[in-house]
């Protein structure tokens, strides 16, 4: 009975799809609702859980810095992956660093609490160029767009549905009781995820992962340098005032966490929303205008904190988050895969994750620092909206290919 109604769920988000393609479908649907749960019960409110427990400005900086470490020691995955499998590998970081928060009941404080993020996010990040390889061995390129956006639908519809729940049972029983039980959903979604059935493409097998092949890429791809700077130009405005937002929601507007989570509800419909536009988008149109449009839906964030007075205000920043999600991972991953040469997908998503990590890490730091030399949060907000959307012109450039088709 429940594999019938896998089975039903499956073709009503992506379709028809080859049997094998459907198994890994299943599968990893499964493993993104256990996923959601770990996301709505706890990643979704870490900042402003850090912010009550105390964290100041810089310390919430230095958790969104967390979050982009990993991505930027990840490269060096690529010397395990000669003697370990893309899939071993990010089931053994990515358990081990959700597992971590199963300790969030013996401590209290921001500082332990930052010391556990920064352990989860690490190990959560160090496999993403290995998730390229994976998702490129799982799907065919003409059934990937469609099949990542209706898995992701699993995830958006449990985010959507305990959003508001955990909101309720951190205000009622705190998060050092909470964040446990979503690590324990957390560590279920990896080992579900680690049944996906993985093959090569043909004529498409993956090179000996190296590093000495990354300077290269750089000097000989111009259109992937272009993504990579358009990135980066992004990354800077979209995460420069990451840090502000939990203190204009505790401090300017005093939001509970009930009404964060009411605002989250409403992100999550969007996402789930566009989950059901972006897979067939990106598989008809490419995954390079799915991106841009995800880039024009950020620039709305910052805007909208810039003038935000109540907490209904906030809501075009929330509905334009939630639309993003989806488009941009969606967007970046198959840009990646489709500009990289025939097997060098790992050293691409490699020096992709780089990129992003190194910006990550960046960027709210410089935020900060113009908060304290006395630039006004307004003009932080607006600048972002500014460099966002000059990073679009750079997007155009890259000039994703055709599908099927890789840039030289």
């Known amino acids: 009975m429940r594999q019938r109604a896998a089975w039903w769920i499956e073709r009503a988000l992506v379709g028809r799809v080859p049997d094998d393609v459907g198994f890994n479908v299943r599968v990893e649907l499964w493993a993104s609702v256990a996923y959601g749960v770990f996301h709505a019960a706890c990643l979704g409110f870490m900042p402003v859980v850090l912010r009550r427990e105390g964290a100041s400005a810089e310390a919430l900086a230095l958790y969104v810095a967390f979050t982009y470490i990993g991505l930027v020691i990840a490269p060096l995955s690529m010397v395990a992956l000669r003697h370990i499998s893309p899939m071993r590998l990010s089931v053994w970081c990515w358990g081990l660093g959700r597992g971590v928060l199963l300790l969030a009941f013996a401590f209290s404080g921001a500082p332990w609490l930052l010391f556990l993020t920064a352990v989860m996010w690490i190990m959560e990040s160090i496999p993403s160029p290995a998730y390229s390889r994976i998702m490129e061995q799982g799907y065919p390129r003409e059934y990937r767009g469609r099949a990542m956006a209706g898995i992701r639908v699993g995830m958006a519809l449990t985010v959507l549905a305990l959003t508001p729940l955990a909101g309720w049972a951190l205000d009622a029983i705190g998060h050092r009781w909470l964040f446990p039980v979503a690590a324990v959903f957390g560590v279920a979604s990896v080992l579900i995820f680690a049944r996906m059935r993985l093959s090569e493409l043909p004529g498409e097998p993956q090179a000996r992962p190296s590093l000495a092949a990354l300077l290269p890429i750089l000097r000989h791809n111009r259109a992937f340098r272009w993504f990579l700077i358009a990135l980066t130009m992004y990354g800077l405005g979209g995460v420069m005032p990451v840090a502000l937002y939990p203190i204009v929601q505790v401090n300017r507007l005093g939001l509970s966490y009930t009404e964060i ?148």
Do not use: K
């Open 261 to 408: 989570g009411a605002l989250g509800l409403v992100q999550s419909l969007f996402w789930l929303a566009g989950f059901f536009l972006w897979g067939r988008a990106l598989d008809r149109h490419g995954p390079l205008p799915v991106l841009i449009v995800s880039v024009a839906l950020a620039a709305c964030v910052p805007f909208t904190y810039l003038w935000a007075g109540s907490a209904w205000a906030l809501l075009p920043a929330f509905i334009a988050q939630g639309l993003l999600q989806g488009g941009f991972e969606l967007g970046v991953t198959n840009v990646t895969i489709a500009l990289a040469e025939r097997g060098r997908v790992l050293e691409y998503a490699a020096l992709q994750t780089l990129v992003i990590g190194l910006r990550g890490l960046a960027a709210p730091l410089i935020g900060t620092l113009l908060l304290q030399a006395g630039v006004d949060a307004a003009w932080l907000f607006g600048g972002a909206t500014v460099v966002m959307l000059l990073s679009i012109p750079m997007f155009l450039a890259a000039r994703s290919p055709a599908p099927g088709r890789r840039t030289p």
